[in-house]
């Protein structure tokens, strides 16, 4: 389907479209225009809790699971 004829077919959409399709379709365009250069910076109290967790995953204080591991810890309970 070309861009011509989505945006038709849009159009009918929008014009015979109740308001709980009005308010998605805002949403999921606006979100579309948004700037999506958002980037989280970590606190230093994250990097922090970081820095503990690898160096107790290093020293052999805690250790990790492979998700099939985790999945029969946690249907277990």
């Known amino acids: ?3 011509t004829s989505i ?3 849009l159009h009918q959409y929008i014009d ?3 308001e709980k399709l009005l ?3 805002f949403a999921l365009a606006k979100e579309y225009n948004e700037d999506d250069d958002f980037e989280y910076e970590f606190t230093a109290e994250d990097i922090k809790v970081f820095d503990e967790r690898r160096e107790k995953r290093l ?3 805690s ?3 492979s998700w099939e ?3 029969n810890i946690i249907t277990r309970k």
């Open 69 to 71: 591991q985790a999945k």
């Open 16 to 18: 015979n479209s109740d």
């Open 63 to 65: 250790s990790t699971y």
């Open 59 to 61: 020293s052999g204080e």
């Open 1 to 3: 389907m070309q861009a």
């Open 7 to 9: 945006r038709q077919k």
């Open 23 to 25: 308010k998605l379709m």
